[in-house]
Structures are given as structure tokens and as C-alpha cells.
């Protein structure tokens, strides 16, 4: 069975950022950790913008997300962090490449690449990523793992990949630029919509 995920993304520049980094470890990454169903449970911060926070869940099975319990967790969190931040992503979704991979341990780096497609161009776009995207960039120096998901929920972005990298500098390679500027990605680029980008460092 494919594995699921939940991606948040939110912005807490009005917090001092220790505040938020305490909310997170203390409250909600362990809260949601003991959840069962839940996997693995990071932290990562933008390196363009230490305020925005992205928070990976790996989970057993995409339904944990609605969970009762999982949902209680959230909650939790303190709630001066909560109120203060500003959703940029919640994502729940689906691993479609590999399936089963969970999110490995100590990744310094990880790279966030969600968007849509333009429906003429999906089937291709899917194609793309499937057999040329996600095979090349997994096999560059320095990326761990590379994955795939689906939305089921109503989020802006229907496709999410997920790179986790030994440093966020990894996608500043020549290897990593050959990997992404090919034939086919020039192609492809004109059916990309609702690009989300970020590349973060792990807290």
C-alpha cells in the first residue's frame, strides 16, 4: 500500500523564532509522532526565509490524516504559534513514486517542488516526471531520496515532489542542473501551474 503524507508550510515572522521552534518540537512534531499511523515526523526552515517553517509527516497510509487522533495533535500546538502563522501549503497526499518510501533520517537539506498541470499537457507532465524527472534527480550526488505524491485534498497544487538532500546546496551542482535542463523539461515547463519552490535546511 502506498504510503501518504502531510506537507504544512507557514510563515511565523511574527514570533520570535526560538517561540516557534519550541512550539514545533515540544508540541506538535511530538504530539503527532505518537499518533498511530504516523512514520516520521520533520522540521525544515526556508533558507531564503528562516520564518517559514515546512513540516513532513510520513504516514502509514494516507487516511491517518483524518484520523481523530491526528487531528487532536494539531491542535495541541501552542496556540499563540498557531494563531500567528500564515498558511502558505497544507497538503495531504498520496506517494505515488516509489510508493513506499518513508522520509530518511538526518537529511540536511530538502527540496519542496509542488505544482499543477495544465490539462492538456498532463498526461505527458506525468510521463516526465515519472521516467525522466524523478529517475535523473534521484540519481545525482547528494540527494538521498527523491519522491512523489498526489493531493486528495483541495490543495492548489495537485502534484508534490519531495527531495531530501545531504545539503540544501546539493540542487546548486552542476549535476543537478544537468539532471533538470533537458529536451524534455523545456517541454514540459509551458503546462506547469501554482509552482510552489523552497529550498530548506533541517532544524
Known sequence: MALGLVLEIANHATLPRSDVADGYRDTRLSKRGAVPGVL???????????????????LSDVAVAASAAFK??????????????????????RQTLPGDAASPKGAAGLLVNGMSAAP??????????????????????GCIVARRFVAINECPQKYLALYHL????????????????????????????????MVCKAE
Do not use: C
Open 72 to 93: 487532536a495533535s494539531g491542535s495541541e500546538q501552542d496556540a499563540r504559534v498557531a494563531a500567528a502563522g500564515t498558511s502558505l501549503m497544507m497538503f495531504e497526499g
Open 166 to 197: 545531504e545539503s540544501p546546496d546539493v540542487v546548486k551542482t552542476q549535476a543537478w542542473a544537468k539532471a533538470v535542463e533537458t529536451p524534455w523539461t523545456l517541454k514540459i515547463r509551458p503546462f506547469m501551474r501554482d509552482r510552489l519552490r
Open 40 to 58: 516520521t515526523t520533520e522540521r525544515f526552515v526556508n533558507i531564503d526565509d528562516a520564518n517559514i517553517s515546512i513540516a513532513v509527516y510520513d
Open 120 to 141: 492538456e499537457g498532463e498526461e505527458e507532465f506525468n510521463r516526465w516526471y515519472n521516467e525522466e524527472h524523478i529517475p535523473a534527480l534521484s540519481a545525482v550526488p
